[in-house]
Nanobody
Framework: QVRLVESGGGLVQAGGSLRLSCADS????????MAWYRQPPGEQREFVAA???????DYPDSVKGRFTISRDNAQNTVYLQMNSLKPEDTAVYYC??????????????????WGQGTQVTVSS
């Protein structure tokens, strides 16, 4: 079974940085696209970034140029480096994986495997 565990969330001031990690402790997921989503309070889960096993990436305009997703296939781990954080980045951040999702697919319900989430709070 795929088991995704996120870490690295916390409280940071606007303009600061955080680095999130997500490890698959349950099985090998090298064939899967892995992604990050976030869910602000009272809002739907939204796409943040995705990466293929080969390292191709996808970002929405809201984070492009500030966030960087990367992946270590050998360690079954995906990272999200978040720079120039803004208060509107405050959300629970979730790691996701799926064996069939293609890069460019951004709908959360297409992903079948999810972590428990890690809170990121950006103060103004």
């Amino acid at each position: 079974q795929v088991r995704l565990v996120e870490s690295g969330g916390g409280l940071v001031q606007a303009g600061g940085s955080l680095r999130l990690s997500c490890a698959d402790s349950g099985s090998a997921t090298s064939i899967n696209v892995m992604a990050w989503y976030r869910q602000p309070p009272g809002e739907q889960r939204e796409f943040v970034a995705a990466v293929t096993p080969g390292g191709s990436t996808d970002y929405p305009d809201s984070v492009k140029g500030r966030f960087t997703i990367s992946r270590d296939n050998a360690q079954n781990t995906v990272y999200l480096q978040m720079n120039s954080l803004k208060p509107e980045d405050t959300a629970v951040y979730y790691c996701a994986a799926d064996p069939w999702v293609r890069l460019g697919e951004r709908l959360a319900h297409r992903y079948h495997y999810w972590g428990q989430g890690t809170q990121v709070t950006v103060s103004s």
